[in-house]
């Protein structure tokens, strides 16, 4: 653990825009002390299963401290992930992906996750923060790998200002609330990526598209049954555990119309789970989700 925190105290600069580091008042904090640190918002990071966080401040008389959080996400996938979880903001030209608004810059790169802020923002903290973050993207170093699922994805929804990346339902629910209940059995094994098309993230009358991979093939057959019962719990769907079994090894699609008079599509193939949720029409429902199943026939 000493090797690690030595690291990732290279990757922060003594210094940007005129602000210095106070490195003896550097923090750090694992999965079981975040909560120390950052109250509610923890259970995200935990959530992508993070390492460690660096907290640092940087003073300059007479001027707001700024912040830096520097987190070892242990993977670029689960780095890119957290950075999904909030993009609001304008793209900086920082790392391989960044956001920043009203004071805060966010960016990933290989397998860290930063977080930079400025307790009162002004031109010259903007300046400063963006300065920072370019000397510890260019300390990180290399870029890291993009989840596979990404490329699955139709061309209509690649909007990587609309796409989230996550492993549990939480994560789901806090993006797009599809039920109290762990009904698509998401969790640490799973990878999704919940897509809107451009210009529909955060609009409440556009589609989402998931797409899932499960463990295996069983897996994926067991969340599809659980969310087709779950959605509509009339439907005959298979009753004992062979033939759940043989419905996860086939290609199996289900339409549901929801109780606000929009459609729901889902489907199986191999180990992976696709639902199309606000679909206006069912026609529409079913074309976006015939798409992404034939996507997944890619190489």
Partial sequence: MVDQKQAMVSLLPLEAGGWKAAPAEDQF????????????????????????????????????????????????LDAFGVFTHDLEGEEAGVGQGSNYKGGLLSF????????????????????????????????????????????LLPEDFRDLKGTHYFHTFPILNYHFFVSPDNILNLGPETE?????????????????????????????????????RASMPETA????????????????????????????????????????????TSQEAIHILQRAIKGLDKP
């Fill in 29 to 76: 904090f694992d999965p079981e002390t975040i909560f120390d640190y950052i109250d509610g918002a923890g259970e995200v990071y935990r959530a992508y299963n993070f390492g460690l966080l660096l907290s640092r401040r940087y003073q300059r008389e007479g001027q707001a401290d700024l912040v830096a959080d520097l987190f070892d996400m242990r993977s670029s």
């Fill in 192 to 228: 999704a990526v919940l897509a809107a098309q451009p210009g529909a993230a955060g609009a409440s009358s556009k589609e989402r598209l998931a797409m899932i991979r499960y463990p295996d093939e069983k897996d994926a057959g067991m969340a599809f049954i659980s969310f087709c």
């Fill in 237 to 280: 769907l298979a009753q004992d555990k062979g033939q759940e079994e043989q419905l996860g090894r086939e290609q199996e699609s289900r339409l549901f119309k929801t109780k606000d008079g929009l459609w729901t599509a889902a489907g199986v193939k191999r180990n992976m789970v696709v639902v199309v949720f606000q679909a206006p």
């Fill in 108 to 151: 990933w790169r290989g397998r860290y996750f930063i977080s930079l802020y400025a307790e009162k923002e002004s031109e010259e903290a903007k300046q400063a923060l963006l300065a920072l973050g370019r000397a510890a993207a260019l300390a990180i170093g290399g870029d890291g790998e993009r989840p596979s699922l990404l490329a």
